[in-house]
């Protein structure tokens, strides 16, 4: 396998011809000389297998391992119960189709059904999606679910984290959306200067809960400010706090989002993991991806579909 060439040398002088160039030397003219690599890589010869083994342990003996990092920010080195690994494996819940045909697919959608119930529960409120990326995505994501004809502004607290703030920001750019960011106070989103933002023309306010700093927000009442100037309210909340905090829900959020990582997830070098989304009865149908419901089949056993297709691209027709 090791002197397999992918095309001959006939191959690649017809493909100069071709290029209408003579030689690779005049392919490459452009390409800085110092750049360029005057000899293939060199690769020594083979080695064993225990070999190769003390090789890279040799390499991996350089990185440094901590047993406990604060960085946060949407990773988080969780204790994972080996239980969570076996439950995702169970083959009663891996079918090998996509959901859109039910009668084979029942597996995966239990699994989006139960993930789905599990986030209502969580944030309180009575509906939730599946198939959002991460964290950062979904909360990009529930901007056009807040955007009018009038309401194109978005207000982003100075407590989100960073990389959230960025992909909103990346989103909103090629729409032509303006985003504009809401100072902080000690730590938490400044309630008066989130006052001040606030005009006709604003379609939602987004904050962290708990906030990128790691602190507790008055989340119900900057909802209510946000809601007093006829904006909607999304919150990015840690699916775990939610366990003791209030849940947006109770807090009026309209939608809520945020970082699956937290719920059983490896760090994974940063990512990416998954988003979920949750929003109210009155924003279900701008919800963007898969809603699985829960129904009967003809013999009268529990069976589980995609519902409300009709929000969804592949369902759509111009």
């Known amino acids: 396998m090791g002197s397999y060439i992918p095309n001959t040398r006939a191959e690649r002088e ?19 000389p110092g750049v360029l690599l005057p000899d293939g ?23 440094k391992v901590y047993g406990t990092i604060f960085r946060g920010a949407g990773a988080y080195n969780h204790y994972i119960p080996a239980i969570v ?16 045909q039910p009668e084979i697919s029942q597996g ?10 599990m986030i209502c529960e969580l944030t309180a409120l009575p509906v939730a999606n599946a198939s959002v990326y991460d964290g950062a995505t979904a909360t990009a994501e529930a901007i056009p679910m807040c955007i009018d004809r009038k309401r194109t502004k978005v207000l982003v607290s100075a407590t989100v984290a960073p990389q959230v703030l960025e992909v909103v920001r990346t989103y909103c750019f090629g729409s032509g959306r303006e985003v504009t960011v809401v100072p902080a106070r000690d730590g938490l989103t400044d309630a008066e200067a989130l006052q001040q933002a606030l005009t006709d023309t604003t379609a939602c306010f987004i904050m962290q809960q708990p906030n ?27 699916p775990t706090a939610l366990a003791l905090l209030a ?72």
């Open 108 to 117: 995966v959608l239990q699994s989006i059904f139960e993930f789905q119930t």
């Open 212 to 238: 990128y700093f790691g602190l507790i927000e008055p989340a119900a009442a900057l909802g209510s400010i946000a809601h007093g100037a006829g904006a909607k309210f999304v919150m990015n909340c840690n």
């Open 41 to 63: 890589p060199a690769i020594p010869s083979g080695k064993s297998e225990l070999a190769v083994r003390k090789e890279l342990g040799r390499l991996a003996g350089r990185n």
């Open 14 to 32: 017809a493909m100069l011809r071709e290029a209408g160039y003579g030689s690779f030397a005049e392919l490459y003219a452009d390409v800085p």
């Open 247 to 318: 849940a947006p829900g109770e807090c009026g959020a309209d939608v809520a989002v945020g970082e699956g990582q937290p719920l059983g997830l490896p760090l994974s070098f940063g990512g990416p993991y998954v988003g979920y989304m949750a929003a109210t009865q009155a924003m279900m149908r701008k919800l963007p991806g898969r809603i699985v419901g829960q129904t009967h089949d003809a013999a009268g056993h529990r069976a589980f579909v995609l519902t409300l297709q009709a929000r969804e691209q592949h369902i759509r027709r111009e």
């Open 85 to 100: 690994r076996n439950v995702a494996a169970k083959e009663e819940f891996i079918t090998a189709y996509t959901p859109y």
